[in-house]
């Protein structure tokens, strides 16, 4: 099976700071399966990148993604107050056929 | 706009079973594979299931499959999720969402189910 691991598991971080989220995986995963989703308190997650660094409609260029094989990332280039929630990278593969990470919450220092 | 409703969510005595739907407009529901997730504290986010945009294959999660069931009725524009034999384990938020090249580009607003005595 494979396993993402995500960290930090907690950032507290400022409105205008720039961050990067890691996501690795136990195994190479497909960069074309390689998502992020941004999920905030009572809300249902919301797809960020695809393709580990296509935007979705929508979404600020301030998001972007990178990575290949094991390991990936996710940059805000900088943070605004309405950014400060839980990230999730997923991946889409044969065993499971979906996983997620443990999710990286930000939070305003 | 895409829509994603569940419903069918509650309260439930280990053993019992629940028919979660959801119901999808803003969107030809016929030309999308649409899959299952749940999430809890503990767990975060799990696959539960998916299954193809005619509604012929479905595909389940080890700790679900035997006693849960994912079929469509697409004349209905809806999604279903029977779940059957439930264990306190089961206990989660359950989101639908749409399945697009191994992504879900949207989601239900997700639906509580509580399996306990």
């Known amino acids: 099976d494979i396993v993402l691991t995500q960290s930090p598991g907690t950032l507290s971080l400022s409105p205008g700071d720039r961050v990067t989220l890691s996501c690795r995986a136990s195994q190479r995963v497909d960069s074309l399966y390689l998502a992020w989703y941004q999920q905030k308190p009572g809300q249902s997650p919301r797809l960020l990148i695809s393709?580990?660094?296509t935007r979705a409609t929508g979404v600020p260029d301030r998001f972007s993604g990178s990575g290949s094989g094991t390991d990936f990332t996710l940059t805000i280039s900088r943070l605004e107050p309405e950014d400060f929630a839980v990230y999730y990278c997923q991946q889409y593969g044969n065993s499971p056929r979906y996983s997620f990470g443990q999710g990286t919450k930000l939070e305003i220092k | 706009e895409v829509q994603l409703v569940e419903s069918g969510g509650g309260l439930v005595k280990p053993g019992g079973s629940l028919r979660l739907s959801c119901a999808a407009s803003?969107?030809?529901?016929?030309?999308?594979?649409m899959n299952w997730f749940r999430q809890t504290p503990g767990r975060g986010l799990d696959w539960v299931s998916s299954?193809?945009?005619?509604?012929?294959?479905?595909y389940y999660a080890e700790s679900v499959r035997g006693r849960f069931t994912n079929y469509r009725d697409n004349a209905k524009n809806s999604l279903y999720l029977q779940m059957n034999s439930l264990r306190a384990e089961d206990t989660a938020i359950y989101y639908c969402?749409?399945?697009?090249?191994?992504?879900?580009?949207?989601w239900g607003q997700g639906i509580l189910v509580t399996v306990s005595s």
């Open positions: 969402a749409r399945l697009i090249n191994g992504y879900q580009d949207h």
């Open positions: 299954i193809t945009w005619t509604g012929d294959k479905a």
């Open positions: 803003g969107f030809k529901f016929d030309t999308y594979s």
């Open positions: 393709a580990t660094s």
